[in-house]
Structures are given as structure tokens and as C-alpha cells.
């Protein structure tokens, strides 16, 4: 009987205790895209790609991210995605192409999400 209660808490674990890393949300939506080029996305690792994005910051990059830019869809086209997510993911594409940023807290995540949400739509 134990075994099955440990099963059961196991799927009663809060949302944010079951969310991915950037890495892992790198390698499940954005590495198609970002580890060719795709679209000019730009690739993982590329310092020179990511060298006037990094200048921009996560104040920019990461509600692109969430909303949306040129070819890329919202959340790389992963709905699923939470914003925390997706912000941890922005995260270490840009620290592999140079960026030394820290993980995104709660508190950031919301302000982009206002950000991306205010983003006029084509």
C-alpha cells in the first residue's frame, strides 16, 4: 500500500516542482531553430549571433520570447510552455552565446509577461 501513496504524491506535486530547465526546454522546442540557423534564428553558442542580443538584454529578449518575433512563434511554438519556462530557456541560449545572467525569478517572469502582452500583434 505504501508504494501506491508514494505514486499518488508523486502526481499531486505542484506545477513548478515539475518544470523543466532551460536546457531541457532548449533541447524539447528551440533546438530545431537555434541549433541550425533555422529562419536566422540565431544558433546556440554563436557569440557573434548573440552579441547584439545580449546587448539588448532580458528586458527584450525574453517577452520576444513569450509573444513572439519576426519568424518565431510565441513560446518558440510550444504553448505548453510556461512563461518560466521559456524565460529559463532565453536565459541559457543567451549565457551559451556570452551572457552571464542569473535564473529568472517569479517576480521578473510577470513583468515580462506585461511586456509581452502589451506588444502590438501584426
Known sequence: MRPLLLMLAAFTL??????MTGAEVYDLTCREC????????PKLGDLRSW????????DDLVPAALSGIRHMPAKGGNPALSDLEVARAVVFMANAGGGKFGQPTPAKVE???KK?????RP
Do not use: F, T, V, Y
Request: net charge positive.
Open 34 to 41: 537555434h541549433s541550425s540557423g533555422k529562419l536566422n534564428a
Open 51 to 58: 552579441k547584439k542580443l545580449l546587448r539588448e538584454g532580458l
Open 116 to 120: 509581452a502582452d502589451a506588444k502590438p
Open 111 to 113: 513583468q515580462w509577461r
Open 14 to 19: 505542484p506545477a513548478s516542482a515539475q518544470e
